[in-house]
């Protein structure tokens, strides 16, 4: 479909839904609800927020994703990601300042999908989603051994460095109980599927250690000792906003729509292949916009589509959103009426699901891989982690681009450079040879853009110079850009003033049409423009004799 919103829940509802499936959406939007609560928890305190906040953000904007997104199956909710950008914005503006970055970032998304973004989000270079994923699957790790080892420390450092050094001056004060509950939570996690795979590990340990450390009171903290009774209620604010600093949230806004827009846009294509599906990226922007402008008015954090919780609605046979409008409802009653038992969870149980997370999106095998290939990937993705790690994502995210997009010209003013040294194929030399005296040819063999528009620029000058006529072959020239179209129309001017006479042959009617708009047309003569080599050379040998 061609329209820019349009939600995959109506254009199924309209073919209708068939009632075995519609049971197995149900079915399997309670199993993700069940998944989706201890990571909803985990993720929110893990943010430096109260638990409920990340459970009224599984709930509205996983409602929202589904009801409005692209996707047949994509599942909505906080996640891993959002953990460093999260403590960040917490941490500089304070939670005041995260509410108003959500919803601008909710806005950046609703116009990446208007202006049709969706599938460029797509294209950002593997080596950087692999670099900034690991650096916040490290980053997620080192948040977790506080409560892992059960320290009594006040306050962490939010600096990689620093915190590490904090842990290690303070080894002498771990607590035995918490190391026992995160090993066994991590345990149960990864192998309770070998035991029953309709029951997610990590909800079955949840439930299990926060019995023992009950039933044998542990001396560990849990989420009651540490943030008090969970909220059943939502609360609608709007938040206190001066226009002025407004500019201040920009950065941290478009960090959360960037890193919102490529992790819910991964797990819609993750997903299509699961279900042989296809989603419509910019009504997914638009929706993952929408859940992000009004979420956090009632108390929620930044959302996204989340990659696990999706493939676990898949492999449960959900496929339709009503799966994922099910999982909202689920939790919202588990907030309602469970919540006076959640807030027992110990800590440490949530710091070793966190750690299975934090692994889980660590991509090492993807990381190790990259080594394996090119240098220049290599450096983005070196680039982009250590900046992640050791700075800031939002610095890591916008520098990686940069230098993705550097070397990228780098790479494509190589291959330019390598086609200008091969350009001659065999079956054109003989053609070439029995050229007269006088006329020179040149081919232009890849796009005229500002990474090769120098290069081409030179070389055509340089050739030209000996000559007295210089047919320029452009059968290749996908487009030519304004920095393409300066140079070309500088060199030509050149060529002119030394009375060359500039032939073009084989132009595409879009490049032609650029050419007519830039003048170069003009500069050349209309009837200096071939649509085929041969009329250039037989007009050229005409000319010649003329000269």
Same mark, same amino acid.
Do not use: C
């Given at each position: 479909m061609n329209q820019i919103f349009s939600p995959k829940l109506f254009s199924i509802y309209k073919a209708g839904i068939d009632k075995k499936q519609l049971t197995a959406d149900i079915f399997s939007g309670i199993v993700v609800g069940i998944v989706a609560l201890p990571l909803a928890i985990a993720f929110a305190v893990a943010s430096g927020v109260s638990p409920e906040r990340g459970i009224i953000t599984a709930v509205i904007a996983g409602f929202i994703i589904s009801f409005l997104g692209g996707s047949r199956v994509q599942i909505g909710g906080p996640t891993g990601a959002f953990i460093v950008i999260v403590l960040g914005v917490i941490?500089?503006?304070? @939670?005041?300042?995260?509410?108003?970055?959500? *919803?601008? $970032?909710? #806005?950046?998304?609703? +116009?990446?999908?208007?202006?049709? &973004?969706?599938?460029l989000l797509k294209y950002f270079p593997h080596p950087l989603v692999v670099g900034f994923t690991s650096g916040i699957a490290l980053i997620i790790f080192s948040t977790q051994i506080k409560d892992a080892l059960g320290l009594n420390i006040q306050s962490v450092p939010s600096d990689f460095i620093e915190k590490w050094g904090t842990y290690i001056t303070n080894l002498s004060a771990i607590n035995?109980?918490?190391?026992?509950?995160?090993?066994?939570?991590? @345990?149960?996690?990864?192998?309770?599927?070998? *035991?029953? $795979?309709? #029951?997610?590990?990590? +909800?079955?340990?949840?439930?299990? &250690?926060?019995?023992v450390v009950k039933f044998f009171d542990l001396p560990v903290t849990t989420i009651e000792s540490f943030f008090g009774d969970i909220p059943k209620?939502?609360?609608?604010?709007?938040?206190?906003?001066?226009?002025?600093?407004?500019?201040?949230?920009?950065?941290p806004a478009l960090t959360i729509a960037l890193l919102g827009g490529i992790e819910s846009l991964l797990s819609a294509v993750v997903s299509d292949g699961m279900i042989s599906g296809k989603?419509?990226?910019?009504?997914?922007?638009?929706?993952?916009?929408?859940a992000n402008i009004v979420t956090p008015l009632f108390g929620g954090i930044p959302a996204t589509g989340a990659i696990a919780r999706t493939a676990t609605n898949v492999k449960n046979g959900g496929r339709t959103p009503?799966?994922?409008?099910?999982?909202?409802?689920?939790?919202?009653?588990?907030?309602?009426?469970?919540?006076?038992?959640?807030?027992?969870?110990?800590?440490?149980?949530?710091?070793?699901?966190?750690?299975?997370?934090?692994?889980?999106?660590?991509?090492?095998?993807s990381f190790v891989a990259i080594f394996r290939g090119s240098p220049f990937d290599i450096i983005v993705l070196l680039t982009t982690f250590i900046l992640t790690v050791l700075v800031d994502l939002t610095v890591a995210i916008q520098i990686g681009v940069v230098l993705s997009a550097l070397l990228f010209m780098k790479r494509m003013s190589d291959m330019a450079e390598k086609r200008m040294n091969n350009m001659i194929d065999t079956d054109v030399l003989e053609d070439y040879s029995k050229i007269p005296q006088g006329i020179s040819i040149y081919e232009?063999?890849?796009?005229?853009?500002?990474?090769?528009?120098?290069?081409?620029?030179?070389v055509i000058e340089e050739i030209g110079m000996k000559s007295r006529i210089l047919i320029i072959r452009m059968r290749h020239v996908s487009f030519v850009d304004q920095t393409g179209l300066h140079n070309l129309l500088e060199t030509i001017k050149i060529l002119k003033s030394k009375n060359v006479c500039v032939f073009l042959s084989g132009v595409n009617p879009t490049v032609l049409n650029d050419f007519n708009k830039s003048n170069i047309t003009t500069l050349v003569g209309v009837d200096h423009i071939f649509d085929?080599?041969?009329?250039?050379?037989?007009?050229?040998?005409?000319?010649?004799?003329?000269?």
């Open positions: 941490e500089q503006y304070g @939670l005041n300042g995260l509410i108003i970055s959500t *919803i601008m $970032a909710g #806005f950046f998304l609703i +116009f990446f999908g208007l202006v049709k &973004l969706g599938t035995e109980s918490a190391i026992a509950i995160t090993a066994a939570t991590i @345990l149960i996690t990864i192998y309770f599927k070998k *035991i029953s $795979a309709k #029951f997610p590990g990590s +909800f079955v340990a949840i439930i299990l &250690l926060t019995f209620e939502f609360h609608f604010s709007i938040p206190q906003v001066e226009f002025s600093e407004l500019k201040n949230y920009i950065a989603h419509r990226s910019n009504t997914e922007l638009i929706a993952q916009g929408i009503i799966a994922g409008i099910v999982h909202a409802i689920t939790l919202l009653l588990i907030l309602l009426f469970l919540g006076q038992w959640a807030k027992l969870i110990p800590m440490a149980a949530l710091a070793g699901i966190l750690m299975v997370v934090a692994y889980n999106m660590s991509e090492w095998r232009i063999s890849g796009p005229l853009f500002f990474g090769s528009a120098k290069t081409y620029s030179e085929s080599f041969d009329r250039a050379i037989e007009y050229a040998k005409k000319r010649i004799e003329e000269i």
